[in-house]
T-cell receptor
Framework: KQEVTQIPAALSVPEGENLVLNCSFT??????LQWFRQDPGKGLTSLLL?????REQTSGRLNASLDKSSGRSTLYIAASQPGDSATYLC???????????FGKGTRLSVIA | EAGVTQFPSHSVIEKGQTVTLRCDPI?????LYWYRRVMGKEIKFLLH????????ESGMPNNRFLAERTGGTYSTLKVQPAELEDSGVYFC??????????????FGEGSRLTVL
């Protein structure tokens, strides 16, 4: 059974800092791994999706990496801004017809 | 194009009452999913519809929860009778292909349920 863990649970950084959010998963037989963003009272927005055959994906100031062998993914945010403040969720999709499994998320606060 | 819409955004009911949550997926999306987030816990899968059929309902907590998707369009999730531990945010998502393997998974803003 897939389990996804995110560390840290909360993070507060000053504006402009580069930061890394961590995600680990127990079952390496994943089909893909996704990073989502959730703003308070809002739904989840997909940020980056990494297929199992890929090592990383980039979108603007965001870069997500995937290391299947070690069961880890990281989300790197460059030059953080107050608008980046949100909860970031990592979710793993395994092969077969099993559901997408989420971590608890990391609540990020970027202080101006 | 409208996204995934959920109604109500917030519902407050007393223990023992019934609540029905509704989800309208993106038009044309055959796959519809219900998830729930209880405070302090991760977002957990409840069930998956493909058109009007339940593909996977392994995450449904118990028989007080009933999900339907008549006609393969919108879906409802009924909780009857509601218990305190049912409080949380219920998310709906939809995708064109199963589990959005080749596309994107779109989430609604959630329905917050508070059971007093």
């Amino acid at each position: 059974k897939q389990e996804v863990t995110q560390i840290p649970a909360a993070l507060s950084v000053p504006e402009g800092e580069n930061l890394v959010l961590n995600c680990s998963f127990t079952d390496s037989a994943i089909y893909n791994l996704q990073w989502f963003r959730q703003d308070p009272g809002k739904g989840l927005t997909s940020l980056l999706l990494i297929q199992s055959s890929q090592r990383e994906q980039t979108s603007g100031r965001l870069n997500a990496s995937l290391d299947k062998s070690s069961g880890r993914s990281t989300l790197y945010i460059a030059a953080s801004q107050p608008g980046d403040s949100a909860t970031y969720l990592c979710a793993a999709l395994n092969s077969g017809n099993t559901p997408l499994v989420f971590g608890k998320g990391t609540r990020l606060s970027v202080i101006a | 194009e409208a996204g995934v819409t959920q109604f109500p955004s917030h519902s407050v009911i007393e223990k023992g009452q019934t609540v029905t949550l509704r989800c309208d997926p993106i038009s044309g999306h055959d796959n519809l999913y219900w998830y729930r987030r209880v405070m302090g816990k991760e977002i957990k899968f409840l069930l998956h519809f493909v058109k009007e059929s339940k593909q996977d309902e392994s995450g449904m907590p118990n028989n007080r929860f009933l999900a339907e998707r008549t006609g393969g369009t919108y879906s409802t999730l009924k909780v009857q009778p509601a218990e305190l531990e049912d409080s949380g945010v219920y998310f709906c998502a939809s995708s064109q292909d199963r589990w959005a393997r080749t596309g994107e998974l779109f989430f609604g803003e959630g329905s917050r349920l508070t059971v007093l």
